[in-house]
């Protein structure tokens, strides 16, 4: 215990060898002010001169808290500051001199000049020793380490990361490449993999943020060199910190056209209700929420446990934690009315394609009666505008989680007009539009986190066809979008988010097992799963409509008479055969047993 390290050892440790060094320097000042033969006389008034000079050091450079810094961790600019201290104290010492000469005679001014040099070099000299001998240690080291990207958190690594040996240092910005940071030349990230085989790297860290295509083209070098210990710089809840790279960020879309002062004016000062709020998607629309400016966010979701995870993370806005279902029209009646919100974003659904093969009834009652509920509800309580979300599957179902989506979406589009007709002229409308996108990275249920429990467990990856493609879009990058759309909807449309190019799901499983260094796990191909399809679509036709943003379209609107969509639904309830029904209900749907 005596020997771990406080502030106040810290302190004490710095000061006793300031006392040392600087006895040290001041007596060596005045055998060099006198050729090492100094005469008695000069020295009677030696200890008043230290004492006096130590005081006023010890003082200025406590006053720049450099006693604070860890010894590890002495930069340049901390160097720089034991230099200001001195030209404090010094030119003090010397005004102090001035005002009182008696008590220091005989003495010799030029001793001040000479010390003043030795002092700056031995003291600064004792700081940054550390460091040199923990740069020294790590040259020896085996873990040679490349650094992409000069930033003030290459920086950072460059002082923290004592077990790696920065060995080099490359940038894409042509203005930088040539100059030094931090005592290492910065080299073109075109010579990436000469570099690397001329260096001997080991590992590679990437301190600054790329685009996923340049993230692509990065990690494909690094592969080719064999390169696998690969890390990078991650924004986390307003940290920056060091994280493997993931299958996440090469699959990355990061839209250009992202209105993050529409979505404000959207959500800012809005008591917003979210459905399913617990889930993948409602969290992350909840924290983008909660981000954007809410004024009260009404967390609704069946799920005990989801629902206590978002609520407790939920702490800079208010957030009240509703627990119940959407298929229970009267407690949600009691929902809306007590906290009558301005904005309903509809995220709670039934997602999982084989779970829903297996349990039908269960799926139209949450996805398509509840989505009802939840629609009918937001009318009669005057909501201003509800977002539903949507998906890919929904486009010619060849399943029953896609066939309730797209009966969802129908009734969506088409209650509007019936809204319109029972509406009087003074009674506000509500804004009802649906967002259509495909597979979110990371979400519950989806491929990448079971791919990434099976390389844990050191298991086979299954893959269900080797020609099957999805698309892809990083969670918080749909749910902004999805704000968006929502942010830019007059009711009634269908928002198609731009996914992106489609991904072969065997490429991303070889990527993943790249990226994990466990390349000789095998890829096994189990066959398409009831319901499933080799290719998602996001479009049923090219009558497509664009909106001011690249990364939104509008689908073409689908006209289906609510009163019979309405019979149609309750008849779905009762039938025995609710496939026929279904398919009656959308004639696209095309049902794959597989």
């Known amino acids: 215990m005596i020997l771990k390290p406080t502030p106040a050892k810290r302190a004490l440790f710095f000061i006793f060898f300031d006392i040392v060094i600087s006895l040290g320097t001041l007596f060596l000042a005045y055998n060099l002010r006198f050729n090492f033969s100094v005469d008695g006389t000069y020295l009677e008034h030696f200890f ?45 010492m010397i005004v102090i001199y001035y005002a009182v000469p008696q008590f220091f005679a005989p003495f010799p001014r030029s001793v001040l000049i000479i010390d003043l040099s030795l002092s700056i070099l031995f003291l600064g000299f004792f700081r940054v020793l550390k460091r040199l001998i923990l740069e020294n240690e790590s040259n020896k080291s085996s873990q040679r380490t490349l650094i992409i990207g000069a930033s003030s958190f290459s920086q950072t690594i460059m002082k923290e990361k004592t077990d790696h040996y920065i060995c080099s240092l490359v940038d894409d910005d042509k203005h930088l490449i040539g100059t030094y940071f931090s005592n290492l030349k910065i080299e073109s990230i075109a010579n990436l993999a000469k570099i690397i085989m001329e260096k001997s790297v080991d590992s590679v860290i990437i301190a600054k943020p790329f685009k996923a295509e340049e993230l692509n083209k990065i990690y494909k070098v690094l592969k080719e060199m064999h390169i696998t210990d690969i890390r990078m710089i991650s924004l986390t809840n307003h940290e920056t910190k060091l994280k493997n790279l993931t299958i996440e960020d090469l699959l990355a879309r990061n839209p250009k056209d992202l209105d993050k002062n529409k979505i404000g004016e959207f959500i800012k000062d809005k008591v917003i209700l979210i459905t399913g709020a617990g889930g993948s998607i409602g969290s992350e629309i909840s924290r983008q929420c909660e981000m954007f400016g809410a004024k009260k966010l009404i967390l609704l979701d069946h799920s005990e446990y989801n629902l206590y995870a978002i609520t407790e993370e939920i702490l800079d806005v208010t957030r009240v934690p509703v627990m119940q279902s959407i298929v229970d029209k009267e407690r949600l009646e009691e929902t809306f009315a007590r906290y009558c919100p301005d904005i309903v974003i509809h995220a709670a659904a039934y997602k999982h394609v084989p779970l829903v093969e297996s349990n039908i009834h269960e799926a139209i009652l949450n996805n398509i009666i509840g989505t009802k509920n939840v629609i009918d509800t937001a009318i009669k309580y005057g909501v201003k505008k509800l977002v539903m979300i949507s ?12 066939t309730t989506k797209r009966i969802c979406e129908l009734y969506a589009q088409n209650v509007v007009s019936l809204e319109n007709a029972i509406s009087s002229q003074n009674a506000p409308c509500t804004d009802i539009v649906a967002v259509r996108f495909g597979n979110v ?21 299954t893959v269900t066809h080797p020609d099957i493609t999805r698309y892809f879009m990083l969670i918080n990058e749909a749910c902004e979008l999805v704000l968006q759309a929502g942010a830019i909807g007059s009711g009634g449309e269908i928002f198609i988010l731009d996914m992106g190019e489609p991904v072969k799901i065997v490429d991303l499983a070889k990527k993943m097992l790249e990226l994990s260094g466990k390349e000789d796990l095998e890829i096994k191909f189990s066959g398409l799963r009831p319901g499933e399809k080799l290719y998602e679509e996001l479009l049923i036709d090219e009558s497509d409509a664009a909106t001011e943003y690249e990364s939104i379209t509008v689908a073409a609107p689908s006209f289906y008479d609510i009163d019979k969509l309405n019979a149609d639904i309750e008849e779905l309830l009762t039938c025995k055969d609710k496939l026929a029904k279904l398919k009656e209900i959308v004639p696209e749907f095309e049902h794959k047993l597989n």
């Open 48 to 92: 008043l001169v230290f004492f006096i000079l130590l005081f006023l050091k010890i003082g200025s450079i406590a006053y720049f808290n450099l006693y604070e810094v860890s010894w590890k961790f002495f930069s340049l600019s901390d160097l720089k500051k034991i230099v200001y201290a001195h030209m404090i104290a010094y030119p003090l």
């Open 391 to 402: 998906t890919d599957k929904a486009v010619r179902p060849t399943n029953v989680m896609g």
């Open 441 to 461: 990275l990371g979400s519950s249920g989806s491929v990448i986190p079971k791919f990434r429990s099976q390389i844990e467990q050191g298991r086979s990856l």
